[in-house]
């Protein structure tokens, strides 16, 4: 290490202050801090020492990350084999669905951290380490079989439009990762929804089968007994899909790491969870009130919990600490109506069998919002405690 941090001196001397490149300096030190712990410290002020810092809770997230991803890539393979009919073995399903998804992944990295570097540049600011999820998020909640300039694009929007234009890191309101999202569901829709893009084309096939559970229930079909799925099919995700969205078992296991690290809030999760669950029952027993429903009302609570991208949205999505609610209240409810508006929105809205999206971005908005009210309670209930205290010591 001795040997490598020497050379990053020796590269880094002709962008020091003063030097030739000093205006390149913020790219250079993104190398820098990257590989080692910045050697600066705080001037003035409280001085906290945590061995914790955004690099770190960013690595966290990628490992988290990493479950999902894998079977995401196998799972693309094994939809693949599925469709023709071939004999395959686990490496195979994996190779064939890592060579579709690492070219997205290098996109998705090239892409944004250029645009990230170029501000950094520009504003005269050190790079920050929060592409490291976005950058992997993207397309990991994308069709296998989008195209890479459509995923460009969905990046350059998300960055832009999503962070930057807010100010960078720390200071945007809405996830990237889902404005990337949603910028390609609503500009390229037919690349975004329908039955042929959730499975990676077979050439020797010629109609490809990869309607989802929930794209079939939309349509009224029975989607368990027509795919002949089990909840089990679900949990462990051998369903089509976007890509590293299917496996819950998998979503779990990452929100395990996040949570116990204490870099996702529990409170969020759980809330997201019980709002979901809640609407689910609600609405499963409108026929005992005498009101029709459709197959997605119908559809058992539990199931909608771990189909879609409500597991994957409420673990790696909602509770992004930038654009969720700050305060413990706050986040309760901000978790509840994630659950309560995404169920909502996928059972009765017939041109978008999915919410979770739509759900946390709209509730990203309000989270600000949220915290305003219970930080506005505390701050009356603590006067009137106070004034009641005055009045007994009188």
């Known amino acids: 290490m001795n040997w490598i941090r020497q050379k990053l001196d020796q590269i880094k001397e002709p962008f020091q202050p003063g030097n030739k490149f000093e205006k390149y300096a913020p790219a250079v030190n993104a190398l820098d801090t990257f590989l080692f712990v910045p050697d600066h410290t705080t001037k003035k002020g409280a001085h906290i020492r945590d061995a914790v810092d955004l690099k770190r809770t960013m690595i966290t997230v990628v490992l988290a990350l990493i479950p999902a991803l894998i079977f995401g890539m196998w799972n693309?393979?094994?939809?693949?084999?599925?469709?023709?009919?071939?004999?395959?073995?686990?490496?195979?399903?994996?190779?064939?669905?890592?060579?579709?998804?690492v070219p997205m992944i290098v996109v998705s990295y090239g892409v944004g951290l250029a645009l990230e570097f170029a501000f950094a540049i520009m504003r005269g600011h050190e790079v920050n380490e929060g592409y490291l999820v976005t950058g992997l998020l993207i397309p990991m909640i994308m069709p296998v079989d989008i195209p890479l300039w459509m995923v460009a694009l969905s990046v350059i929007f998300a960055v832009l439009i999503g962070k930057e234009a807010f100010g960078g890191t720390g200071m945007n309101i809405l996830n990237p990762a889902l404005?990337?999202?949603?910028?390609?569901?609503?500009?390229?829709?037919?690349y975004m929804s329908g039955n042929e893009v959730w499975v990676s084309e077979a050439a020797n096939v010629d109609g490809v089968s990869g309607e989802t559970i929930l794209g079939s229930l939309a349509a009224g079909k029975d989607a368990i007994t027509e795919m002949g799925l089990s909840s089990a099919h679900m949990f462990t995700g051998m369903i089509p899909g976007s890509i590293s969205e299917t496996s819950t078992l998998c979503i779990l296991a990452g929100a395990l790491l996040i949570v116990l690290t204490k870099v996702a809030d529990w409170r969020i999760i759980v809330g997201g969870v019980v709002g979901a669950a809640a609407m689910g029952l609600l609405l499963n027993a409108l026929p005992s009130l005498g009101v029709d429903g459709n197959a997605l009302t119908n559809f058992a609570w539990y199931n909608h919990l771990i189909v879609g991208g409500f597991a994957f949205?409420?673990?790696?999505?909602?509770?992004?600490?930038?654009?969720?609610?700050?305060?413990?209240?706050?986040?309760?409810?901000?978790?509840?109506?994630?659950?309560?508006?995404?169920?909502?929105?996928?059972?009765?809205?017939?041109?978008?069998?999915?919410?979770?999206?739509?759900?946390?971005?709209?509730?990203?908005?309000?989270?600000?919002?949220?915290?305003?009210?219970?930080?506005?309670?505390?701050v009356k209930r603590r006067k009137k405690r106070m004034q009641t205290q005055t009045v007994k010591t009188a």
Do not use: C
Request: hydrophobic share 50%.
């Open 76 to 101: 693309t393979g094994y939809q693949y084999y599925s469709q023709t009919g071939e004999e395959f073995g686990f490496m195979d399903a994996f190779i064939h669905g890592a060579w579709k998804i």
């Open 179 to 190: 404005t990337a999202r949603a910028f390609a569901f609503f500009a390229y829709p037919t």
């Open 313 to 378: 949205g409420i673990v790696f999505m909602a509770t992004d600490p930038v654009s969720a609610a700050q305060t413990m209240k706050g986040k309760w409810i901000y978790g509840i109506l994630i659950g309560l508006i995404a169920i909502l929105i996928r059972t009765l809205n017939p041109a978008y069998p999915e919410g979770i999206m739509l759900s946390i971005l709209l509730m990203n908005v309000f989270a600000p919002t949220i915290d305003h009210y219970i930080v506005e309670a505390n």
